[in-house]
Nanobody
Framework: QVQLVESGGGLVQAGGSLRLSCAAS????????MAWYRQEPGKQRELVAT???????NYADAVKGRFTISRANAKNTAYLQMNSLKPEDTAVYYC???????????????WGQGTQVTVSS
């Protein structure tokens, strides 16, 4: 089994910063891509940022220049540094990882439980 646990969400004023963490644990052989998604009530989940095991990153246009994704491979952990936050960034943020688990031939996609980020105006 593989588990992802997010932390670091909360309430912040517009213009402020938050740092989210996503720790993967369990029967992990390797982790390929790690990503952050977000979802507002009544809307589809949308991709925020991705990072490969080699450190290549990709961002949604809405967060480019404000958010930075990073990872510590030795800790199986990904981070999302969010600066210059706006009220429209308010959402539940989910971590996703493509993991090759021990004793499994094919990688699987795993999700965390989500962490609430609220930006007040």
């Amino acid at each position: 089994q593989v588990q992802l646990v997010e932390s670091g969400g909360g309430l912040v004023q517009a213009g402020g910063s938050l740092r989210l963490s996503c720790a993967a644990s369990g029967s992990i052989f390797s982790i390929n891509v790690m990503a952050w998604y977000r979802q507002e009530p009544g809307k589809q989940r949308e991709l925020v940022a991705t990072i490969t095991s080699g450190g290549y990153t990709n961002y949604a246009d809405a967060v480019k220049g404000r958010f930075t994704i990073s990872r510590a491979n030795a800790k199986n952990t990904a981070y999302l540094q969010m600066n210059s936050l706006k009220p429209e960034d308010t959402a539940v943020y989910y971590c996703n990882a493509v993991v090759r688990a021990l004793n499994r031939d094919n990688p699987g996609s795993y999700w965390g439980q989500g962490t609430q980020v609220t930006v007040s105006s």
